[in-house]
C-alpha cells in the first residue's frame, strides 16, 4: 500500500487562562493512497485537533502546533510557507465539519459557495465552474441540483447541507478527504445516505479519506482501517477486523465492551470506569492508566512506545509483550 | 468554620466563575479607567461643599403660572469678571465673577441626579411594560411594540426638545422629556430578553421538572436578563447626561443662573476666543462623565458576554 | 418571500407608524401651558378680540378628536402652521432649509460609514494590538464628547487659533451661492461649473461635517468591530479557510458580508443621532438648515415651528428606517422567510 499522508510525532497545544492543553502529544499516522482511515475516540480525545493540525487551520491564539512533521506529496506540510499551504487546502487535501448549517456561509448561494473552491484552484471560467458544480451535485446525487445552485443554506434540509458541503469538498478532486464527524449531526436514516454517498464518491474519485467519529458502528461500515485515539494520544491502529476481532488496547478493548450486542443477554451495560482527563494536568506516564484495569507500575512512569502486535496491526501499551 | 467550608464547596464553581468574572473585569484596562473616573466623580460631587470656594443658594419662587419653584443663585461679583485660570481660580471665572471650577463641581452633583433619575425611571417602565409585553404576548405585545415603534421614529434629542419646549423651560421638563424619549428602548431590550431566554431549552427543562412559572420567571428568566440591562443603564447614565446637556445648551432645561455644564458652555459660548476657559471645563466635566460611564458600561458589557469572555 | 413583497408590506406598515407619530406630536402640542393664540396675537397686551378670533381660526375650543382631524388635515395638504418667528407658512422655511441640512448630513454620513468600517475591520483582525486600542478610543471618545462642545474646540483650534478653515457659514462672504438646483452647494456648484463656490462650499463643510460624522463613525467601528471579531470565530469562515481561500478574502468577502448585518441594523439609531446632532451642530456653525430654524423657534416660543419640524423630522426618520429595512432584506435572505 502506497502512504498518502505520513504524520510523525504532531503536538499540538492550546495556551489558555486555564493553563496549557496539551491536546496532541506526538501523533503517528499513516495514510495510504485510496483507503479509508477511521479515527475514534471520546469527545475531547483530540481527532478534531488532529484534522485541523494536518490543514494548518489550528488559529493562534491560543492553539499552536509546536512540533512534528506531516508528509504528503513529498513536502512536509509544517515546512512549507502558508500561500503553498493555501494552494494545498481545498484542492489536494479538503476538509468537510459537524455542523453543515453553521458550515456554510448563510449569505451565499450553495452555487456560488461551490464555484468559489473551484475557481479558486482551477483555471477554469464562470460557466465551466458552473457546469462542474452542478456535476458534483450530481455527483452526490443532491436532487434537483439546478435548483439547489441558487439556493441558500437555510433552505435545505441537514442532509442536503452535507450534500453541498461534500460536493464542495471534492469539487477539486483531492487526494485526500478529512471527514470531521459529518453524520453525528444527523439523523440516522439520513446518516446511513450521507455515509453511502461519501464512501461511493471516495472511490469513483480514488481519494483517500480521513474519517474521524466517535461512532465504532460508522468505522465498521466504511473504513478500511482504523486508529484509536486517548488523551491526545494514538492507542492502536490496525484494519477494522483486527481492531474489532482482536483489540490489544484495554482502552479499545473497553470500547468493543461497551457495544451493546443485541444476541447477548446482558443485566447491565459494560463502562470504562472513571472520566476523561484534563489536558491541563493530564495523568503521567500512559495517560490512560488511572482508567486501566491493568495498570502496572510502569505505566505511570513512562509513556508506553508503539509496538507491533501483527502486520498492519500497532499498539502503544506496556501490557503487550515486545513493549517489555 | 464547618459551614463556610461546605458553603465554599457547594458553590464552587459559582465562586469560581465569579472570580473569573472579577478577574477578567480587572484585566480590562478600560473598565478600570472608567470606574475609577465615576469614583472620581461621585466622590467630588459628595464633598461638593468642601471642595467648592463659592456655594450656590436656593430660592424659593412664586413663578407667573402660578407655581412653586426652586432656582438656584450664585453671588455676582462683577469685579472678577472673566479672569483665567489661576491659583484662586482653578479653572477661572465666568462673566459674573462666578468661581467656574465651583460650578463644574456642584454641577456634578445635578448631572448625577439627572441621570440616575432617568434612567432608573426608564427602567422601571421598562420593566414593566417589557414584562407585560415578553410575558403575556398577544395583542397586548403587539399594542407596545407598536406604541415603542412610534416614540422611537422621532430621533431623542428632537422629541426631547419638542416635549421640553411645550411643557416650559426648566430642570425637571427636561428630566420627564428624557424620560419619555428613553423608556421604549428598555422595554423593548427587557421585552427582548425575556422573548429569548423563555426560549430556551434550560427554561423547558425546568418546566418539565414541573418548577412553578413564577420560580422559572425569578430564578431562570430574570437573572439571564439582567446583565444587558445593567450593561445598558450604565451606558445610559452617561447619555442621559449628554443629552440634558444637549438641551440645556439650546436653551430648555436648567434656568439660566443654575450650574449646569451643558448651560455654562452655552453662556460661555459668547466669550469663546476672549475667555476659552469658560467653555473649556463644563465640556471637560462632560465628556469625563460619559466617558466614565461608556467605559464602565463597554468593559462591563466585554465581561459579562459569555460569547466574548474566552 | 420575494423582495418586492417584503418590500410592499413594509410599506404598507408605514401607514399606521405615521399615523401614531403625527397622534403623538398633535399630544405634544397640545400640553403646552401657555396659551397658543394669545402668544400669536402678540402676547399679554393682545386685543381679546384678536383672541377670539385666532382661537376660532386654529379651531382650538373644538373638541379633541375634531382637532386631530383637522390636524391631520392640514398635514395631508402639506399646511404646518404658521411660524410665528419667521411670519411665514412652516412649511416654507423648512423647504428653505432643508437642503443645508440635507448635504450637512450626508457629508457626515459620507465620512462616518466608509471609515468606520474600514477602522472597524482593521480593529477587529488585528485584536489588542496598538491600532485596536487607537480606533476603540476614537470610538469611545466619539459617543462621550458632547457635539457642541466638540464643534466649539474645533473652531478654536481651525478657526481662531490656526486659522486654516472657516469658522461658520456655508459661504464665504464674498462668495455668491450658486444657482439653485437642488440646494446642495456642492452638487450645484459642480454642475453649474462655479469653482469659486465649489471651493467655498467645501471649505465651509470640512468642520460641521467632521463634527456631525464624529460621533456615527465611532457607533459604526465598534458595531463593526465586534460583529467581525464574533463571526470571524464562525464555522463558515473555518470551511472558507479550508477551502484555502486568502486571509483577505476570508475577511473581505466572507466575514465582512455577515458582520454588516447587525451594522445596518444599528444604522436606523445612527441616523436618528444624525438628525438629532445636526440640530446642535447647525446651531454652533451658524449652518441655515432645520436646525438652527427649530433652536431659533424653541427660544422664541414659536411652538408651531418646533412641532412642524418634528413632524418632518419624523417623516425623514421612518423613511430612512424603511430604507434600512429594505436593505436589511437585501443583505440577510434568511430574513426574506416571512417575518
Known amino acids: 500500500m502506497e502512504d498518502l499522508l505520513k504524520v510523525r510525532g504532531l503536538k499540538t497545544y492550546f495556551y489558555t487562562y486555564e493553563g496549557v492543553v496539551k491536546a496532541l502529544e506526538g501523533i503517528n499516522l499513516d495514510i495510504y493512497k485510496g483507503e479509508s482511515l477511521g479515527l475514534v475516540g471520546e469527545t475531547g480525545c483530540g481527532k478534531s485537533v488532529t484534522a485541523l493540525s494536518i490543514m494548518r487551520l489550528i488559529q493562534w491564539p491560543p492553539g499552536k502546533i509546536i512540533g512534528g512533521e506531516i508528509h504528503f506529496n513529498g513536502k512536509d506540510l509544517l515546512k512549507i510557507s502558508e500561500e503553498e499551504m493555501r494552494k494545498i487546502r481545498g484542492a489536494e487535501i479538503s476538509m468537510i465539519f459537524q455542523e453543515p448549517m453553521s458550515s456554510l456561509n448563510p449569505v451565499f448561494t450553495i452555487g456560488s459557495q461551490i464555484m468559489e473552491a473551484i475557481t479558486l484552484h482551477q483555471n477554469v471560467n464562470k460557466k465551466e465552474a458552473e457546469e462542474k458544480a452542478i456535476e458534483m451535485l450530481n455527483l452526490v446525487r443532491m436532487p434537483d441540483p439546478e435548483k439547489v445552485m441558487n439556493q441558500y443554506p437555510h433552505e435545505l434540509s441537514g442532509g442536503m447541507q452535507q450534500r453541498a458541503m461534500i460536493a464542495m469538498a471534492l469539487s477539486c478532486r483531492p487526494s485526500l478527504l478529512i471527514a470531521d464527524e459529518p453524520t453525528t449531526a444527523l439523523d440516522v436514516t439520513v446518516q446511513a445516505q450521507i455515509l453511502d454517498v461519501v464512501q461511493r464518491v471516495n472511490k469513483e474519485l480514488g481519494s483517500s479519506m480521513l474519517l474521524i467519529t466517535h461512532d465504532l458502528g460508522v468505522v465498521a461500515q466504511i473504513c478500511d482501517r482504523v486508529a484509536v485515539m486517548y488523551a491526545g494520544y494514538i492507542v492502536e491502529i490496525g484494519t477494522v477486523k483486527q481492531i474489532f476481532k482482536n483489540p490489544q488496547h484495554p482502552y479499545t478493548k473497553g470500547l468493543m465492551n461497551a457495544i451493546p450486542k443485541i444476541h447477548v443477554k446482558t443485566k447491565r451495560l459494560e463502562v470504562i470506569r472513571g472520566v476523561v482527563p484534563n489536558l491541563i494536568t493530564p495523568p503521567s506516564g500512559c495517560r490512560f492508566h488511572p482508567r486501566c484495569d491493568h495498570a502496572m507500575d510502569v505505566c505511570k512512569k513512562k509513556v508506553p512506545p508503539v509496538t507491533k502486535v501483527e502486520e498492519e496491526h500497532y499498539v502503544a501499551c506496556f501490557l503487550h509483550e515486545g513493549a517489555k | ?310 | 418571500m420575494k423582495l418586492r413583497d417584503y418590500i410592499i408590506r413594509r410599506l404598507i406598515l408605514l401607514i399606521p407608524i405615521l399615523l401614531g407619530v403625527t397622534l403623538l406630536t398633535f399630544t405634544v402640542s397640545h400640553i403646552i401651558p401657555a396659551d397658543v393664540a394669545r402668544v400669536f396675537a402678540g402676547g399679554e397686551k393682545a386685543n381679546p378680540e384678536t383672541i377670539a378670533r385666532i382661537r376660532a381660526e386654529m379651531h382650538l375650543d373644538d373638541p379633541l378628536y375634531k382637532q386631530y382631524y383637522y390636524y391631520l388635515n392640514d398635514l395631508i395638504h402639506g399646511n404646518l402652521g404658521k411660524s410665528y418667528s419667521e411670519n411665514r407658512p412652516v412649511t416654507e422655511a423648512i423647504k428653505q432649509y432643508f437642503p443645508a441640512t440635507a448635504e450637512l448630513t450626508i457629508l457626515a454620513m459620507l465620512l462616518a460609514i466608509p471609515v468606520g468600517i474600514l477602522t472597524g475591520i482593521i480593529s477587529a483582525v488585528r485584536r489588542n494590538q496598538w491600532i485596536d486600542h487607537i480606533t476603540r478610543l476614537i470610538a469611545i471618545t466619539g459617543v462621550s464628547i458632547p457635539i457642541f462642545w466638540l464643534a466649539l474646540m474645533l473652531q478654536i483650534a481651525f478657526a481662531y487659533k490656526y486659522p486654516i478653515l472657516p469658522l461658520d457659514s456655508r459661504l464665504g462672504i464674498d462668495v455668491m451661492a450658486p444657482k439653485h438646483i437642488t440646494g446642495l452647494y456642492i452638487f450645484d456648484s459642480l454642475v453649474t461649473g462655479n469653482f469659486a463656490a465649489l471651493k467655498s462650499s467645501i471649505y465651509h463643510l470640512i468642520l460641521p461635517a467632521f463634527t456631525l460624522g464624529y460621533a456615527s463613525l465611532g457607533i459604526i467601528l465598534r458595531i463593526t468591530r465586534s460583529s467581525m471579531l464574533e463571526i470571524v470565530r464562525s464555522d463558515y469562515i473555518r470551511t472558507a479557510r479550508a477551502k484555502g481561500l486568502k486571509e483577505r478574502t476570508v475577511i473581505y468577502k466572507h466575514a465582512l458580508r455577515n458582520a454588516l448585518i447587525p451594522t445596518v441594523t444599528v444604522s436606523g439609531l445612527i441616523f436618528a443621532g444624525l438628525l438629532g446632532g445636526a440640530v446642535l451642530t447647525e446651531t454652533i456653525f451658524n449652518w441655515p438648515g432645520m436646525g438652527r430654524f427649530a433652536v431659533n423657534a424653541v427660544n422664541n416660543l414659536d411652538f408651531s415651528s418646533v412641532m412642524g419640524f418634528t413632524v418632518i423630522m419624523a417623516i425623514i426618520m421612518v423613511t430612512a428606517n424603511l430604507i434600512v429595512d429594505i436593505l436589511y432584506s437585501v443583505l440577510d435572505p434568511r430574513i426574506r422567510l416571512g417575518e
Open chain 2, 1 to 310: 468554620m464547618g459551614f463556610i467550608d461546605e458553603w465554599k464547596k457547594r458553590n464552587e464553581s459559582r465562586i469560581k466563575e465569579t472570580k473569573f468574572t472579577l478577574s477578567l473585569f480587572r484585566h480590562s484596562l478600560l473598565s478600570m479607567i472608567g470606574l475609577g473616573l465615576i469614583i472620581f466623580i461621585v466622590l467630588i460631587a459628595l464633598f461638593a461643599p468642601y471642595l467648592a470656594k463659592e456655594h450656590p443658594t436656593y430660592v424659593r419662587l412664586l413663578n407667573p403660572e402660578g407655581k412653586y419653584v426652586t432656582e438656584e443663585r450664585w453671588d455676582i461679583h462683577f469685579g472678577d469678571k472673566l479672569l483665567p485660570p489661576s491659583r484662586e481660580h482653578y479653572f477661572g471665572t465666568d462673566d459674573y465673577g462666578h468661581d467656574i471650577f465651583s460650578m463644574i463641581v456642584y454641577g456634578a452633583r445635578l448631572s448625577i441626579k439627572i441621570g440616575l433619575l432617568v434612567v432608573i425611571s426608564a427602567t422601571i417602565i421598562g420593566v414593566i411594560l417589557g414584562a407585560i409585553a415578553g410575558y403575556f404576548g398577544g395583542y397586548l405585545d403587539e399594542l407596545i411594540m407598536r406604541i415603542t415603534d412610534i416614540f422611537l421614529s422621532i430621533p431623542g434629542l428632537i422629541l426631547a426638545m419638542a416635549f421640553a419646549a411645550a411643557l416650559g423651560r426648566s430642570i425637571e421638563h427636561v428630566m420627564y422629556a428624557l424620560i419619555i424619549v428613553w423608556w421604549p428602548t428598555y422595554t423593548r431590550l427587557i421585552r427582548g430578553q425575556i422573548l429569548k431566554t423563555r426560549e430556551e431549552t434550560y427554561v423547558e427543562a425546568a418546566r418539565s421538572l414541573g418548577t412553578p412559572d413564577s420560580k422559572i420567571i425569578f430564578k431562570h428568566i430574570l437573572p439571564n436578563t439582567f446583565a444587558p440591562v445593567f450593561v445598558q443603564m450604565t451606558m445610559d447614565l452617561g447619555n442621559v447626561v449628554l443629552n440634558a446637556a444637549g438641551l440645556s445648551f439650546i436653551g430648555l432645561g436648567a434656568n439660566p443662573g443654575t450650574a449646569e455644564w451643558g448651560l455654562m458652555i452655552s453662556m460661555g459660548r459668547v466669550y469663546i476666543f476672549q475667555a476659552w476657559w469658560y467653555v473649556f471645563f463644563p465640556g471637560l466635566a462632560i465628556v469625563l462623565f460619559v466617558l466614565g460611564f461608556n467605559l464602565l458600561g463597554d468593559g462591563l458589557r466585554d465581561v459579562l458576554d459569555p460569547k466574548l469572555r474566552r
